[in-house]
């Protein structure tokens, strides 16, 4: 389903939007299903915490094939080509995993704001696809609202006291502008929260030729530079 204007504005304006389709809850299961078998097989790359317990899966586009068919399907391309234009590729090198929260996590004091890229003019839109309710208590996202537009706000600036969470739905997804400052809560819990992570991003018209750390997903590749 596409963005409607009135959500393109929203998304101008604020930094984010939860997109209007969810994943079935069959597809969650099989999501589920394809990072916990390689969590329990320990499949590289992966990330452990300190316990040495894996607690993300990295290259979620190399794995499953499920991951591939949900990344590409119209639920998700659909409403990011009303923001992104018609030419899109995800990037492997930014995101592209899956995450888990553990029961009782306190690993942290308190929301660790973040932008995910630096500079504006090559910021990516990311995707977080929640497949647990994700709640206050287990730690949801939480964002602060229109901080896309600002350049480099200090860490103790008054801004951050307007942090908001953004409660979700198993199967919902949020997109977020990844300058937008935005963070996850701390899973008090006695369950787990599980979601991936994505980037996207329009084609650069100007980069030319194969881009190896990019996968084209929708439309082409077009090169407007004029060296030629």
Same mark, same amino acid.
């Given at each position: 389903? /596409?963005?409607?204007?009135?959500?393109?504005?929203?998304?101008?304006?604020?930094?984010?939007?939860?997109?209007?389709?969810?994943?079935?809850?069959?597809?969650? +299961?099989?999501?589920? =299903?394809?990072? *916990?078998?390689?969590?329990?097989?320990?499949?590289?790359?992966?990330?452990?915490? &300190?316990?040495?317990?894996?607690?993300?899966?990295?290259?979620? *586009?190399?794995? +499953?094939?499920?991951?591939?068919?949900? @990344?590409?399907? /119209?639920?998700?391309?659909?409403? @990011?080509?009303?923001?992104?234009? /018609?030419?899109?590729?995800?990037?492997?090198?930014?995101?592209?995993?899956?995450?888990?929260?553990?029961?009782?996590?306190? &690993?942290?004091?308190?929301? +660790?704001?973040?932008?995910?890229?630096?500079? *504006?003019?090559?910021?990516?839109?990311?995707?977080?696809?929640?497949?647990?309710?994700?709640?206050?208590?287990?730690?949801?996202?939480?964002?602060?609202?229109?901080?896309?537009?600002?350049?480099?706000?200090?860490?103790? &600036?008054?801004?951050?006291?307007?942090?908001? /969470?953004?409660?979700?739905?198993?199967?919902?997804?949020?997109?977020?502008? &990844?300058? #937008?400052?935005?963070?996850?809560?701390?899973?008090?819990?006695?369950?787990?929260?599980?979601?991936?992570?994505?980037?996207?991003?329009?084609?650069?018209?100007?980069?030319?030729?194969?881009?190896?750390?990019?996968? #084209?997903?929708?439309?082409?590749?077009?090169?407007?530079?004029? =060296?030629?």
């Amino acid at each position: 389903m /596409p963005l409607t204007p009135e959500h393109v504005q929203l998304f101008r304006h604020n930094g984010f939007i939860k997109l209007p389709t969810r994943l079935s809850g069959e597809t969650v +299961s099989q999501l589920k =299903d394809a990072i *916990w078998k390689d969590i329990r097989e320990e499949i590289e790359p992966v990330v452990r915490d &300190s316990t040495g317990q894996v607690v993300r899966i990295s290259n979620i *586009w190399g794995r +499953s094939p499920i991951f591939r068919d949900v @990344l590409v399907s /119209p639920a998700v391309l659909d409403p @990011l080509e009303c923001v992104l234009g /018609p030419n899109i590729e995800l990037t492997k090198n930014r995101h592209n995993h899956a995450t888990l929260r553990l029961a009782g996590e306190t &690993s942290a004091a308190s929301v +660790s704001l973040h932008r995910d890229v630096l500079q *504006w003019s090559r910021t990516i839109l990311s995707v977080i696809f929640y497949l647990e309710e994700t709640m206050l208590e287990n730690g949801c996202t939480h964002v602060v609202p229109g901080t896309h537009l600002l350049s480099s706000p200090s860490k103790t &600036s008054a801004i951050f006291d307007q942090i908001v /969470p953004v409660p979700m739905s198993a199967g919902g997804m949020l997109a977020i502008d &990844s300058t #937008l400052y935005h963070g996850v809560g701390i899973n008090r819990t006695d369950g787990t929260r599980m979601s991936m992570t994505v980037g996207y991003h329009s084609v650069d018209e100007l980069s030319g030729g194969d881009q190896p750390k990019r996968v #084209l997903v929708r439309g082409e590749r077009l090169y407007m530079g004029n =060296d030629g």
